[in-house]
């Protein structure tokens, strides 16, 4: 009930900030062609955010005959805990990251990247994929997905609103500020629709994967490399789907914890172990 809730959440503030875009630029009819764009969006959020977010990272789909090592481990734990067999992908990339993405468990995708099959031990990569099941059960993919479509939009529109936007000379001094404004202020709301649903959802699927594997220090363990290994390799990533990783990737830019879309892996580790951070290694 409480996801429901806050999907019906996020397409509803979509809206809102597309109809918000489209008076800023263009009044009524820049409103109406807004409520169009919207409601092409939420149907495009719901129905195909999970096949958006593995294109953006070029993930393939592998066989069990291809990738036995992952295969063996999801299988085992699905049947454990009465969840379907998810699909899984493989992102052609060295560094070490992995993503859970679909509308529900029945439709639900698991995609991890060449980096970190060769990075950790068969332990840890167990808990790192008990880890994005734990989002699958958790019913936290939905919302993570559309996050990142309306965080995609909301930026596009931005940009494609300051470009376009702002040419009637009776709104000569108005539009302009507007649409610098939106130019400002779309990337952030893009990013605190991200805040909200990211990280106590990663503490949570810390747990549910910590849980599932019984093996709370396998999962700190693969953590601790891949915050090492991620930061000498890093994944560039979108600011819109920043959010789907199991750790923080490259976004281009620092601009601190404020707009960080994950918990302090330190933090999370100490969650796990129980230890304080600064005895961890």
Same mark, same amino acid.
Do not use: C, W
């Given at each position: ?6 999907? +019906? ?8 900030? =597309?109809?918000?875009? $489209?008076?800023? *630029? !263009? #009044? ?118 559309? +996050? ?8 596009? =529109?931005?940009?494609? $609103?300051?470009? *376009? !936007? #702002? ?115």
């Amino acid at each position: 009930m409480g996801n429901t809730f806050k999907t +019906a959440f996020l397409l509803t503030s979509l809206t809102l900030l =597309l109809l918000a875009i $489209g008076r800023a *630029f !263009g #009044g009524q009819n820049g409103m109406l062609l807004a409520l169009g764009i919207a409601a092409v969006t939420n149907f495009v959020a719901y129905f195909f955010s999970d096949k958006i977010a593995l294109a953006t990272y070029r993930a393939q789909p592998v066989t069990r005959e291809q990738l036995p090592r992952v295969y063996e481990v999801v299988e085992r734990m699905t049947q454990r805990i009465g969840l379907p067999m998810p699909k899984i992908y493989v992102i052609p990339t060295d560094s070490p990251n992995a993503f859970a993405t679909g509308r529900n468990p029945a439709h639900a995708s698991v995609a991890v990247t060449e980096g970190i099959l060769n990075l950790l031990n068969d332990e840890e990569l167990a808990g790192v994929l008990a880890h994005e099941l734990g989002h699958v059960n958790n019913r936290d993919i939905l919302i993570s997905s559309i +996050a990142a479509t309306i965080a995609g939009a909301i930026t596009f =529109l931005s940009r494609f $609103g300051f470009f *376009f !936007g #702002g040419d009637d000379r009776d709104e000569r001094r108005g539009g302009g500020i507007g649409a610098l404004l939106m130019l400002i202020l779309a990337p952030i709301a893009a990013m605190l629709i991200q805040l909200a649903v990211s990280r106590s959802r990663e503490y949570q699927a810390d747990a549910t994967g910590a849980h599932f594997t019984g093996n709370p220090y396998a999962l700190a363990s693969a953590l601790a490399k891949l915050d090492a290994y991620s930061k000498r390799m890093p994944l560039v990533a979108t600011p819109s789907t920043a959010h789907l990783f199991i750790v923080q990737p490259f976004l281009g830019m620092s601009l601190g914890s404020l707009f960080s879309t994950h918990p302090p892996i330190a933090k999370r580790i100490e969650r796990l172990t129980g230890r304080p951070a600064e005895f961890q290694q």
